[in-house]
């Protein structure tokens, strides 16, 4: 689990500092990968929100590992994301 958890620090260091980099809303693109990598699969990272980037195999393959991760999770928990997901989408769009 220390691994899983290391992955998705990095991850998440990497996707706002590329969002940061293209001048991009990183709590927009922060959001869509969130999302896609909650009920999408790793194909759908990279034409989504990832569409942008040049992703090298070694990241690929970091992604499908933490997508696995994801995966892996109990039911209950992922829907539990999901819906705060969710929640954290709708208090956007009312901001």
């Known amino acids: 689990m ?7 620090l990095v991850a998440v260091a990497w996707l706002c500092t590329c969002g940061l980099a293209t001048g ?3 709590s927009e693109f922060f959001m869509d990968f ?3 990598l909650l009920v999408g699969s790793p194909e759908e990272l ?13 990241a690929k393959s970091a992604m499908t590992e933490l997508k696995s991760c994801i ?6 928990h992922k829907a539990e994301l ?3 997901l969710v929640q954290v ?7």
């Open 34 to 36: 969130l999302q896609t």
């Open 24 to 26: 991009e809303d990183t």
């Open 82 to 84: 999901v819906k705060l």
């Open 71 to 76: 995966d892996g999770l109990q039911p209950m």
């Open 89 to 95: 989408l709708g208090s956007e769009d009312s901001a």
């Open 2 to 8: 220390k691994g899983s958890s290391a992955l998705l």
């Open 46 to 58: 990279y034409e989504g929100p990832l569409s942008k980037y040049n992703v090298n195999a070694d």
